[in-house]
T-cell receptor
Framework: DAGVIQSPRHEVTEMGQEVTLRCKPI?????LFWYRQTMMRGLELLIY????????DSGMPEDRFSAKMPNASFSTLKIQPSEPRDSAVYFC?????????????FGPGTRLLVL | KNEVEQSPQNLTAQEGEFITINCSYSVGISALHWLQQHPGGGIVSLFM???GKKKHGRLIATINIQEKHSSLHITASHPRDSAVYICAFRQGAQKLVFGQGTRLTINP
């Protein structure tokens, strides 16, 4: 398996622009997580899905952030409008807890810079 | 106060030394994870623990549920072990709450 795939790997945009980050989880995994990592706050969970349904979005910072999972193989995280404080690395991860391994497999991340 | 505290924040050692990284948490948990973040940024899950001890190669993770404490040990450390090590506890079904990480540097 190719692992968790994220795109783009790097994104530079200007304040006010819409940003869409994409994630393809590992096939067969039924949990998908979006995380944000900054120097100040470390890794934080933004939202996670189970079987394409959002379960906990309490980490989504504000209404400018939205996430969708239209099917088992694709999810998006959208920021509209973007602000400089959104600059961070955004990770997607997936897992299959029923395997009892409960390991989360992380994608390579998208490094976002908002100017 | 952070729910997860790691120590030390930074650790530099010589190749071959025995390494210990500590993680303390303040709430009841269902499991604790240790993750490794490579210098290039990639994150790999090392262990998931709910009790006792687990070993994988030169890495050993222990947890004491009563004391709300976990340790990650590296035996015969090597420069390729240089990375940031992050502990995270699982809150509820799947939500992870992360520590700030320990930056480990192993010099040859």
């Amino acid at each position: 398996d190719a692992g968790v795939i994220q795109s783009p790997r790097h994104e530079v945009t200007e304040m006010g622009q819409e940003v869409t980050l994409r994630c393809k989880p590992i096939s067969g995994h039924d949990y998908l997580f979006w995380y944000r990592q900054t120097m100040m706050r470390g890794l934080e969970l933004l939202i996670y899905f189970n079987n394409n349904v959002p379960i906990d979005d309490s980490g989504m910072p504000e209404d400018r952030f939205s996430a969708k999972m239209p099917n088992a193989s694709f999810s998006t995280l959208k920021i509209q409008p973007s602000e400089p404080r959104d600059s961070a690395v955004y990770f997607c991860a997936s897992s299959y807890p029923r395997s009892r391994q409960e390991t989360q497999y992380f994608g390579p991340g998208t490094r976002l810079l908002v100017l | 106060k952070n729910e997860v505290e790691q120590s030390p924040q930074n650790l530099t050692a010589q190749e071959g030394e025995f390494i210990t990284i500590n993680c303390s948490y303040s709430v009841g948990i269902s499991a604790l994870h240790w993750l490794q973040q490579h210098p290039g940024g990639g994150i790999v899950s090392l262990f998931m623990l709910s009790s006792g001890k687990k070993k994988h190669g030169r890495l050993i993770a222990t947890i004491n549920i009563q004391e709300k404490h976990s340790s990650l040990h590296i035996t015969a450390s090597h420069p390729r072990d240089s990375a940031v090590y992050i502990c995270a506890f699982r809150q509820g079904a799947q939500k992870l709450v992360f520590g700030q990480g320990t930056r480990l540097t192993i010099n040859p």
